[in-house]
Protein backbone atom coordinates (compact mmCIF):
# COMPACT_ATOMS: atom_id res chain seq x y z
CA UNK A 1 0.00 0.00 0.00
CA UNK A 2 1.13 3.31 -0.55
CA UNK A 3 0.11 6.75 0.52
CA UNK A 4 0.42 10.01 -1.02
CA UNK A 5 0.10 13.99 -0.42
CA UNK A 6 -1.58 15.75 -2.97
CA UNK A 7 -2.44 18.89 -3.88
CA UNK A 8 -5.97 20.17 -2.70
CA UNK A 9 -7.61 21.34 -5.34
CA UNK A 10 -10.73 19.28 -6.08
CA UNK A 11 -10.72 15.15 -6.06
CA UNK A 12 -10.39 14.50 -9.87
CA UNK A 13 -7.67 16.77 -10.36
CA UNK A 14 -6.17 15.01 -7.29
CA UNK A 15 -6.43 11.82 -8.80
CA UNK A 16 -4.28 13.08 -12.05
CA UNK A 17 -1.88 14.56 -9.17
CA UNK A 18 -1.76 11.02 -6.78
CA UNK A 19 -0.88 8.87 -10.12
CA UNK A 20 1.93 10.76 -10.99
CA UNK A 21 3.40 10.56 -7.97
CA UNK A 22 2.56 6.91 -7.40
CA UNK A 23 4.46 6.30 -10.88
CA UNK A 24 7.41 8.10 -9.44
CA UNK A 25 7.45 6.32 -6.16
CA UNK A 26 8.64 2.95 -8.11
CA UNK A 27 5.53 1.99 -9.85
CA UNK A 28 6.43 2.81 -13.36
CA UNK A 29 4.17 2.13 -16.28
CA UNK A 30 2.85 -0.17 -13.87
CA UNK A 31 -0.87 -0.68 -13.73
CA UNK A 32 -2.38 0.43 -10.91
CA UNK A 33 -5.74 0.74 -9.28
CA UNK A 34 -6.29 4.14 -6.97
CA UNK A 35 -8.92 4.54 -4.33
CA UNK A 36 -9.19 8.16 -3.05
CA UNK A 37 -9.54 8.26 0.78
CA UNK A 38 -9.62 11.68 1.17
CA UNK A 39 -8.77 14.51 -1.12
CA UNK A 40 -5.16 14.34 0.46
CA UNK A 41 -4.68 10.74 0.51
CA UNK A 42 -5.44 7.58 -1.91
CA UNK A 43 -4.39 4.22 -1.58
CA UNK A 44 -3.37 1.92 -4.51
CA UNK A 45 -5.80 -1.06 -4.13
CA UNK A 46 -5.39 -3.18 -7.19
CA UNK A 47 -3.39 -3.59 -10.57
CA UNK A 48 -6.21 -3.36 -12.92
CA UNK A 49 -5.73 0.30 -14.68
CA UNK A 50 -3.39 1.91 -16.84
CA UNK A 51 -1.67 4.34 -15.38
CA UNK A 52 -1.90 7.90 -16.92
CA UNK A 53 1.75 9.08 -16.85
CA UNK A 54 2.65 6.48 -19.03
CA UNK A 55 0.02 7.45 -21.62
CA UNK A 56 1.04 8.69 -24.80
CA UNK A 57 -0.74 11.24 -26.32
CA UNK A 58 -1.58 10.83 -29.72
CA UNK A 59 -2.50 14.29 -32.31
CA UNK A 60 -5.19 13.58 -35.17
CA UNK A 61 -4.91 16.65 -37.38
CA UNK A 62 -8.74 17.72 -38.23
CA UNK A 63 -8.30 18.02 -42.34
CA UNK A 64 -11.39 20.34 -42.17
CA UNK A 65 -8.80 22.97 -41.61
CA UNK A 66 -6.55 21.76 -44.49
CA UNK A 67 -6.12 23.36 -48.38
CA UNK A 68 -8.74 20.85 -50.03
CA UNK A 69 -6.88 21.73 -53.15
CA UNK A 70 -3.89 20.40 -51.90
CA UNK A 71 -5.58 17.42 -49.90
CA UNK A 72 -3.01 14.98 -50.92
CA UNK A 73 0.04 17.31 -49.83
CA UNK A 74 -1.75 18.14 -46.95
CA UNK A 75 -2.19 14.65 -45.56
CA UNK A 76 1.31 14.34 -46.75
CA UNK A 77 2.36 16.98 -44.43
CA UNK A 78 0.90 15.26 -41.60
CA UNK A 79 2.11 11.82 -42.01
CA UNK A 80 4.17 12.49 -38.28
CA UNK A 81 1.00 12.80 -36.81
CA UNK A 82 -0.73 9.81 -35.15
CA UNK A 83 -4.71 9.77 -37.19
CA UNK A 84 -6.04 12.08 -39.60
CA UNK A 85 -9.79 13.40 -38.52
CA UNK A 86 -12.48 13.75 -40.67
CA UNK A 87 -15.12 15.70 -40.08
CA UNK A 88 -18.60 15.19 -42.12
CA UNK A 89 -21.42 17.72 -41.37
CA UNK A 90 -24.40 16.82 -42.56
CA UNK A 91 -26.67 20.80 -42.27
CA UNK A 92 -29.06 19.35 -40.32
CA UNK A 93 -27.29 17.97 -37.00
CA UNK A 94 -24.87 20.37 -37.10
CA UNK A 95 -25.37 24.22 -39.00
CA UNK A 96 -22.67 23.24 -41.74
CA UNK A 97 -22.00 20.89 -44.24
CA UNK A 98 -18.59 20.12 -45.00
CA UNK A 99 -17.68 16.79 -47.05
CA UNK A 100 -18.45 13.35 -46.96
CA UNK A 101 -17.69 9.87 -48.82
CA UNK A 102 -15.72 10.86 -51.75
CA UNK A 103 -13.47 13.36 -49.54
CA UNK A 104 -12.84 10.22 -47.19
CA UNK A 105 -11.94 7.86 -49.69
CA UNK A 106 -9.88 9.90 -51.45
CA UNK A 107 -7.80 11.03 -47.95
CA UNK A 108 -7.42 7.35 -47.78
CA UNK A 109 -6.01 6.63 -50.96
CA UNK A 110 -3.58 9.44 -50.19
CA UNK A 111 -2.67 8.60 -47.05
CA UNK A 112 -1.66 5.38 -44.91
CA UNK A 113 -2.88 7.92 -41.64
CA UNK A 114 -5.78 6.09 -39.56
CA UNK A 115 -8.65 7.75 -40.28
CA UNK A 116 -10.55 8.90 -37.84
CA UNK A 117 -14.44 9.81 -38.94
CA UNK A 118 -16.46 12.25 -36.52
CA UNK A 119 -19.73 12.09 -37.89
CA UNK A 120 -21.75 14.97 -37.25
CA UNK A 121 -24.87 13.61 -39.26
CA UNK A 122 -28.59 12.43 -38.03
CA UNK A 123 -29.13 8.91 -37.58
CA UNK A 124 -25.40 8.09 -38.55
CA UNK A 125 -26.42 4.17 -38.66
CA UNK A 126 -27.62 4.73 -42.23
CA UNK A 127 -24.18 5.39 -43.38
CA UNK A 128 -21.99 3.74 -40.98
CA UNK A 129 -21.25 0.48 -43.86
CA UNK A 130 -20.88 3.06 -46.09
CA UNK A 131 -17.81 5.13 -44.35
CA UNK A 132 -16.72 1.96 -43.30
CA UNK A 133 -16.32 1.23 -46.70
CA UNK A 134 -14.68 4.43 -47.99
CA UNK A 135 -11.90 3.92 -45.81
CA UNK A 136 -12.64 4.73 -41.89
CA UNK A 137 -10.91 3.09 -39.40
CA UNK A 138 -12.78 4.39 -36.26
CA UNK A 139 -16.18 6.41 -36.66
CA UNK A 140 -17.57 8.41 -34.36
CA UNK A 141 -21.30 9.10 -33.50
CA UNK A 142 -22.86 11.47 -30.83
CA UNK A 143 -25.51 10.16 -28.78
CA UNK A 144 -28.30 12.80 -29.71
CA UNK A 145 -28.18 12.17 -33.09
CA UNK A 146 -29.53 9.02 -33.01
CA UNK A 147 -32.32 7.08 -30.69
CA UNK A 148 -30.03 3.99 -30.65
CA UNK A 149 -26.50 4.63 -29.82
CA UNK A 150 -25.93 1.14 -28.71
CA UNK A 151 -27.49 -0.42 -31.69
CA UNK A 152 -24.88 2.08 -33.21
CA UNK A 153 -22.25 1.34 -31.77
CA UNK A 154 -22.43 -2.49 -32.02
CA UNK A 155 -22.60 -1.70 -35.98
CA UNK A 156 -19.39 0.12 -36.04
CA UNK A 157 -18.21 -2.98 -34.01
CA UNK A 158 -19.72 -5.78 -36.40
CA UNK A 159 -18.06 -3.59 -39.29
CA UNK A 160 -14.97 -4.14 -37.78
CA UNK A 161 -13.83 -0.68 -37.13
CA UNK A 162 -12.98 1.25 -33.68
CA UNK A 163 -16.20 2.35 -31.80
CA UNK A 164 -16.78 6.14 -30.87
CA UNK A 165 -19.06 7.72 -28.96
CA UNK A 166 -19.43 11.56 -28.39
CA UNK A 167 -21.78 14.36 -27.26
CA UNK A 168 -22.49 18.18 -27.48
CA UNK A 169 -20.74 20.77 -24.96
CA UNK A 170 -24.53 21.23 -23.27
CA UNK A 171 -25.45 17.41 -23.21
CA UNK A 172 -25.20 15.48 -19.78
CA UNK A 173 -21.80 13.68 -19.53
CA UNK A 174 -24.44 10.80 -17.73
CA UNK A 175 -25.44 10.23 -21.79
CA UNK A 176 -22.71 8.56 -22.58
CA UNK A 177 -22.94 5.95 -19.64
CA UNK A 178 -25.43 3.09 -21.08
CA UNK A 179 -22.29 2.46 -23.52
CA UNK A 180 -19.06 3.82 -21.79
CA UNK A 181 -17.88 0.62 -21.36
CA UNK A 182 -18.01 -0.66 -24.66
CA UNK A 183 -16.66 1.70 -27.05
CA UNK A 184 -12.44 2.40 -28.44
CA UNK A 185 -13.11 6.21 -27.84
CA UNK A 186 -14.47 8.90 -26.46
CA UNK A 187 -14.54 12.59 -27.51
CA UNK A 188 -15.26 15.41 -25.67
CA UNK A 189 -16.34 18.26 -27.71
CA UNK A 190 -14.97 21.20 -26.38
CA UNK A 191 -16.70 23.65 -29.04
CA UNK A 192 -20.04 23.34 -30.12
CA UNK A 193 -19.42 21.28 -33.07
CA UNK A 194 -20.10 22.39 -36.88
CA UNK A 195 -17.36 25.18 -37.05
CA UNK A 196 -13.83 24.68 -36.92
CA UNK A 197 -11.34 28.00 -35.54
CA UNK A 198 -13.58 28.19 -32.58
CA UNK A 199 -12.81 29.17 -28.85
CA UNK A 200 -11.76 26.11 -26.87
CA UNK A 201 -14.91 26.43 -24.00
CA UNK A 202 -12.74 26.28 -20.19
CA UNK A 203 -15.64 23.93 -18.59
CA UNK A 204 -14.55 21.34 -21.05
CA UNK A 205 -11.55 20.58 -18.22
CA UNK A 206 -13.91 19.32 -15.83
CA UNK A 207 -16.07 17.12 -18.10
CA UNK A 208 -12.51 15.73 -19.30
CA UNK A 209 -11.97 14.87 -15.69
CA UNK A 210 -14.87 13.07 -15.14
CA UNK A 211 -14.86 10.94 -17.77
CA UNK A 212 -11.15 10.53 -17.06
CA UNK A 213 -12.05 9.56 -14.20
CA UNK A 214 -14.95 6.81 -15.32
CA UNK A 215 -13.42 5.03 -17.88
CA UNK A 216 -10.29 4.37 -14.75
CA UNK A 217 -12.95 3.28 -12.83
CA UNK A 218 -14.01 0.70 -15.57
CA UNK A 219 -10.57 -0.10 -16.28
CA UNK A 220 -11.06 0.68 -19.86
CA UNK A 221 -8.57 1.40 -22.45
CA UNK A 222 -10.61 3.49 -24.22
CA UNK A 223 -8.95 6.37 -26.12
CA UNK A 224 -10.13 9.79 -24.45
CA UNK A 225 -10.21 12.56 -27.34
CA UNK A 226 -10.86 16.17 -27.28
CA UNK A 227 -11.91 18.34 -30.10
CA UNK A 228 -12.29 21.89 -30.39
CA UNK A 229 -10.58 24.96 -30.14
CA UNK A 230 -6.71 22.87 -28.98
CA UNK A 231 -3.53 24.50 -29.50
CA UNK A 232 -0.48 24.84 -28.12
CA UNK A 233 -1.38 27.41 -25.41
CA UNK A 234 -4.16 24.91 -23.76
CA UNK A 235 -3.06 21.46 -25.18
CA UNK A 236 -0.75 20.77 -21.78
CA UNK A 237 -4.03 21.48 -19.71
CA UNK A 238 -5.74 18.94 -22.02
CA UNK A 239 -4.03 16.22 -21.88
CA UNK A 240 -3.56 16.86 -17.67
CA UNK A 241 -7.13 16.85 -17.31
CA UNK A 242 -6.97 13.71 -18.55
CA UNK A 243 -6.96 13.10 -22.62
CA UNK A 244 -4.70 11.57 -24.58
CA UNK A 245 -5.70 11.75 -27.82
CA UNK A 246 -5.96 15.70 -29.26
CA UNK A 247 -7.90 16.66 -32.11
CA UNK A 248 -6.58 20.27 -33.61
CA UNK A 249 -7.60 21.63 -37.03
CA UNK A 250 -7.12 25.80 -37.48
CA UNK A 251 -3.76 24.96 -34.29
CA UNK A 252 -2.22 22.68 -37.08
CA UNK A 253 -3.03 23.68 -40.22
CA UNK A 254 -2.02 27.39 -39.36
CA UNK A 255 -0.32 30.51 -41.58
CA UNK A 256 3.35 28.82 -41.46
CA UNK A 257 2.20 24.67 -42.87
CA UNK A 258 1.08 21.77 -40.70
CA UNK A 259 4.38 20.95 -39.56
CA UNK A 260 5.36 23.80 -37.64
CA UNK A 261 1.76 23.23 -36.64
CA UNK A 262 2.21 20.27 -34.98
CA UNK A 263 5.57 20.74 -33.89
CA UNK A 264 4.15 23.74 -31.98
CA UNK A 265 1.99 21.45 -29.96
CA UNK A 266 4.58 18.36 -29.75
CA UNK A 267 6.30 21.19 -28.09
CA UNK A 268 3.47 22.23 -25.90
CA UNK A 269 2.94 19.12 -24.31
CA UNK A 270 7.29 18.02 -23.25
O1 LIG B 1 -15.27 18.98 -35.12
C1 LIG B 1 -14.90 20.05 -35.39
C2 LIG B 1 -15.86 21.16 -35.49
O2 LIG B 1 -17.12 20.64 -35.33
C3 LIG B 1 -13.43 20.29 -35.67
O3 LIG B 1 -12.73 19.06 -35.68
C4 LIG B 1 -12.78 21.10 -34.64
O4 LIG B 1 -13.47 22.26 -34.43
C5 LIG B 1 -11.31 21.31 -34.99
O5 LIG B 1 -11.09 22.56 -35.40
P1 LIG B 1 -10.27 23.62 -34.54
O6 LIG B 1 -9.08 22.89 -33.98
O7 LIG B 1 -9.94 24.67 -35.53
O8 LIG B 1 -11.19 24.06 -33.43
Given amino acids: MVGASVPSHDATACLTGVWKRAVSSGHKKRPVNLFIENVRTVRIVGVTLPAPAA ?45 GLPILAAARAASPLHMDVHLMIERPERYLKDFAEAGADSLTVH ?15 ELGKQAGVTLNPGTPLEALRPVLAD ?19 PQSLERIRTVRRWLDELGSAAELQ ?8 NARAVVHAGADNLVAGSAVYGKDGAQAGLERLREALK
Fill in 55 to 99: RRVKLAPSILACDFTRLGEELRAIESADWAHVDVMDGAFVPNISF
Fill in 143 to 157: VEATAHIHRAVQQIK
Fill in 183 to 201: VDLVLIMSVNPGFGGQKFI
Fill in 226 to 233: VDGGVSAA
